[in-house]
């Protein structure tokens, strides 16, 4: 075992339980305490009118819950038209979009930053104004809506979900403490600032020896921002991506 010290995943239960197999077959323990869980926010109806009045040339999902939520509202192969571009933010999302029968492509770095490097996202190729759909869930940076529209775009959304956080006590926290946890997956900056809203920031033990393993630079750069020392860029939420990320501070740390 690289890490006999559990590592916390904060992801919804579902999720969780699947990234905590992925880590176990690594060799590695952790604790499934999931901070939120996530409801369906959009329907059929809905769906159906922003494809008749929006008539998205481009789809971009940004998550995969973002893809499930949607297909469950209303089969993406009923509505998603073989002429679409599509888009995913990573590898995971991308997968889950082929299981369900849509041909998609992603960009090199999983973030709002790799996808406008795409060159499907380009200035030149936004020029003649096309429409642009963002799959996602209920508020989120808007960067990738912001930069497409000043390339010429035409940007809408479709909310298919929302975040519903859990109640949380000091207790679980101090648990964590008590079991001598490794470190905490984070694969979000609403997950960082939830976690960081419920514990003291400031102790010892979170600021100096937890390891935290993140999703992304940007979410890497908030929590050394927020003093926090040990944090390491899985370069991707997928499970793969954080297994190694894991496997590579258990190496460090050992």
């Known amino acids: 075992m690289i890490n006999k010290l559990p590592f916390v995943i904060t992801r919804p239960e579902k999720q969780g339980l699947q990234l905590k197999q992925a880590l176990l077959q690594a060799g590695v323990d952790s604790i499934c305490q999931p901070l939120f869980e996530y409801q369906l926010a959009t329907n059929k109806a809905e769906i159906l009118n922003v494809q008749q009045n929006?008539?998205?040339?481009?789809?971009?999902?940004?998550?995969?819950?973002?893809?499930?939520?949607?297909?469950?509202?209303?089969?993406?192969?009923?509505?998603?038209?073989?002429?679409?571009?599509?888009?995913?933010?990573?590898?995971?999302?991308?997968?889950?979009?082929?299981?369900?029968?849509?041909?998609?492509?992603?960009?090199?770095?999983?973030?709002?930053?790799?996808?406008?490097?795409?060159?499907?996202?380009?200035?030149?190729?936004?020029?003649?104004?096309?429409t642009v759909l963002i799959v996602r869930g209920n508020g989120g940076r808007e960067l990738l809506a912001t930069q497409l529209r000043q390339r010429g775009a035409d940007t809408q959304y479709l909310e298919s979900y929302q975040r519903v956080w859990l109640s949380m006590t000091e207790q679980v926290f101090e648990l964590w403490q008590q079991k001598n946890v490794a470190g905490v997956i984070i694969t979000s900056n609403a997950l960082l600032q939830r976690v960081v809203d419920l514990i003291n920031i400031k102790d010892n033990f979170w600021q100096n020896t937890c390891l935290w393993v993140v999703a992304s630079e940007r979410i890497k750069q908030t929590a050394?921002?927020?003093?926090?020392?040990?944090?390491?860029?899985?370069?991707?939420?997928?499970?793969?991506?954080?297994?190694?990320?894991?496997?590579?501070?258990?190496?460090?740390?050992?």
């Open 54 to 130: 929006v008539q998205p040339h481009i789809l971009i999902f940004v998550s995969v819950a973002a893809v499930n939520y949607a297909n469950q509202a209303y089969p993406l192969s009923h509505w998603i038209s073989a002429s679409t571009t599509v888009i995913a933010v990573g590898q995971a999302t991308r997968q889950t979009l082929t299981a369900l029968g849509v041909e998609s492509i992603c960009p090199s770095q999983h973030d709002t930053e790799g996808m406008l490097s795409l060159p499907q996202l380009s200035a030149a190729q936004l020029a003649n104004h096309p």
């Open 224 to 254: 050394q921002q927020l003093g926090l020392k040990k944090v390491i860029n899985a370069q991707g939420a997928d499970h793969q991506a954080i297994v190694n990320a894991v496997l590579t501070m258990g190496l460090e740390h050992d």
